[in-house]
């Protein structure tokens, strides 16, 4: 934005706060953690679910919230989930149902937050 006479403090404001809001509409992972940085709930969308939703920030949560986000999805966005995340293997959701690989995600997204938080200390 380079200088102009004619625009006021809070117009180069609104000009930066409407770009922001382009961005956050058409970017879920930024507006995801936009919202979690201010202290917000999420809320997903189910088209952005598989992209945004990290399983292992919501597995530090209660695994109600965990349940809610993961299983209304689709079985083939839940194995991207569980893929993308490294959480399992073809072979470990061959034959499973949805409500099983989320189940699976939950406890192992849990135990590497677990093992994470133990290293630490």
């Known amino acids: 934005m380079g200088e102009s006479p004619g625009l006021t403090p809070v117009e180069y404001l609104d000009r930066f706060f409407d770009e922001l809001r382009a961005e956050v509409r058409s970017n879920p992972v930024l507006a995801a953690r936009l919202v979690k940085a201010l202290g917000g709930n999420v809320v997903?969308?189910?088209?952005?679910?598989?992209?945004?939703?990290?399983?292992?920030?919501?597995?530090?949560?209660?695994?109600?919230?965990?349940?809610?986000?993961?299983?209304?999805?689709k079985l083939g966005d839940i194995k991207k989930v569980l893929k993308e995340n490294n959480l399992a293997s073809r072979v470990d959701m061959n034959g499973k149902s949805a409500a099983q690989l989320v189940e699976m995600m939950y406890e192992r997204a849990a135990m590497k937050v677990h093992e994470r938080k133990s290293s630490m200390f």
């Open 44 to 73: 997903f969308e189910d088209a952005a679910k598989a992209d945004v939703a990290s399983p292992y920030a919501l597995a530090t949560g209660p695994k109600a919230n965990f349940m809610s986000v993961f299983g209304a999805m």
